[in-house]
């Protein structure tokens, strides 16, 4: 099993200067390529502080002048607020800068908030069926003379240029979670990113079935790479990891308000939760975090990375965005990559 990076600018509040939170960011990206990770990932997200990336292909360009070693990955692009040739073009021209080390990942995207105002009157199911209509247009762009008449776009003859230096293409990622998510993933011959979120084991064994499910429906096609994203926080001591547990989970209670649409937003941030509010959300908990994520001293940490592995992942994503400080960040990470990834090498 391969380890990677998922990584975003992220501002909790307004005294955080955005250089400085850039700056940081790139820190912990030089630390995972330096110390043998495979890939560092990050996202596509508007008009929230909560999660700064409004192009992730400006990120990994720059990352791929400051990184020697890893893959660099949209981890995702928003399939419903891109055009296919331009996504077809901007992706292969970050992959030529690159010099082939572009993964693209693409998602439906998940933040009503960000429907609104990129696109508004979408839903996630008109948001989902353009992400389907969306990848076979770009690898039809790439091989190049592709018309489309779809639902969502039509467009005469074109090729996309530039073409990708990965020869057919670079290799694709969809966010899936359902199982027809999982079945069109599979069939289109793209790799699959799940996440359980806040969820436990259980949910990993779940999404591990339905990507096996989808695969035994496409025997014809071989079996393409799966990654388990997971909210990580490798720990010095059992308080510490307590600590981790109650950072994570007012995290998570903001991540909630996010996705829920209805709380006060001003200058990109969203209106302060009260003690009392995170108190009484209904199954966010600091106990929930500490028994879910993977949150623990090295030892835990590799025995459950243990089973993931075995369960057949072929990739853990440590999800480092958590509302902590740089130097927790830091910490849990070399951590993570000194005393938990030499035991999987």
């Known amino acids: 099993m391969k380890f990677s990076l998922f990584v975003h600018m992220e501002r909790v509040n307004a005294d955080e200067p955005q250089q400085r939170l850039y700056d940081e960011m790139l820190e912990l990206c030089q630390i995972a390529d330096e110390n043998g990770m495979h890939a560092i990932w990050t996202g596509e997200h508007h008009g929230m502080d909560f999660t700064i990336a409004p192009n992730p292909f400006l990120n990994l360009v720059d990352l791929a002048r400051r990184t020697k070693n890893v893959r660099l990955g949209t981890g995702n692009v928003v399939a419903p607020f891109w055009h296919p040739i331009r996504l ?19 998602a439906r995207g998940a933040y009503t908030f960000e429907y609104d105002r990129m696109s508004p009157g979408l839903d996630a199911w008109t948001a989902g069926q353009k992400m389907r209509e969306l990848i076979p247009a770009i690898k039809g762009l790439w091989a190049g003379d592709y018309e489309h008449n779809g639902e969502h776009w039509q467009f005469p003859k074109t090729t996309s240029a530039p073409k990708p230096s990965q020869q057919p293409f670079p290799p694709i990622w969809v966010a899936a979670r359902d199982p027809n998510s999982h079945d069109f993933a599979v069939a289109n011959g793209c790799n699959v990113q799940v996440t359980p979120l806040h969820m436990g084991d259980e949910e990993v064994v779940s999404l591990m079935e339905r990507f096996n499910t989808a695969c035994a429906a496409h025997p014809e096609i071989p079996r393409p790479k799966i990654m388990v994203l997971r909210h990580t926080y490798v720990a010095d001591s059992e308080a510490d990891a307590d600590l981790g547990a109650e950072e994570l989970n007012l995290f998570y209670n903001y991540f909630g308000a996010w996705f829920l649409n209805k709380r006060p937003i001003s200058q990109g941030l969203i209106a302060t939760l009260t003690p009392e509010e995170v108190a009484a959300h209904p199954f966010y908990s600091p106990a929930a975090m500490r028994k879910n994520n993977i949150v623990g001293q090295a030892p835990e940490v590799i025995a459950r990375l243990q089973s993931y592995q075995d369960m057949g992942y072929d990739e853990f994503s440590f999800w480092i965005d958590s509302g902590m400080s740089f130097a927790r960040k830091k910490a849990s990470l070399l951590r993570f990559v000194q005393d938990v990834m030499p035991a999987f090498a």
């Open 88 to 106: 077809a073009g901007e992706a292969a021209m970050a992959d030529l800068i690159m010099q082939g080390r572009l993964d693209l990942g693409i």
